[in-house]
Nanobody, 128 residues
Framework: QVQLVESGGGLVQAGGSLRLSCAAS????????MAWFRQAPGKEREIVAGISWRGGSTYYADSVKGRFTNSRDNVKNTAYLQMNSLKPEDTGVYYC?????????????????????WGQGIQVTVSS
């Protein structure tokens, strides 16, 4: 299993920016697709962004397209989520996740069941 630790969350005003990091250790980080999910109070966990193992393919939820950017550095074993133009509805606990299986660079997963390793989650709060 891959161990994941998120950092970079916090409180920001609407219109501001944050960059989340997800540091991985343990089993192979390379060759695994990664993703970011979030969960707001009283709501189900939802996919925010996904990225293939080399970063050649990405996915973004409609609600964050044009504002969030997903990237990764396989040398540093770290994934990133750059969040710009934040809105109060972006508030929630953000989780990074690593895919259960190794895959090609054309593969991006979006279902929580595709991921076998999860970080502990980090709070992002956007005030209006």
């Amino acid at each position: 299993q891959v161990q994941l630790v998120e950092s970079g969350g916090g409180l920001v005003q609407a219109g501001g920016s944050l960059r989340l990091s997800c540091a991985a250790s343990g089993r192979t980080f390379s060759f695994r697709a990664m993703a970011w999910f979030r969960q707001a109070p009283g709501k189900e966990r939802e996919i925010v962004a996904g990225i293939s193992w080399r970063g050649g393919s990405t996915y973004y939820a409609d609600s964050v397209k044009g504002r969030f950017t997903n990237s990764r550095d396989n040398v540093k074993n770290t994934a990133y989520l750059q969040m710009n133009s934040l809105k109060p509805e972006d508030t929630g606990v953000y989780y990074c996740a690593a895919a259960r299986t190794l895959s090609s660079d054309s593969t991006v997963y979006t279902s929580p069941t595709d991921f076998g390793s999860w970080g502990q989650g980090i709070q992002v709060t956007v005030s209006s």
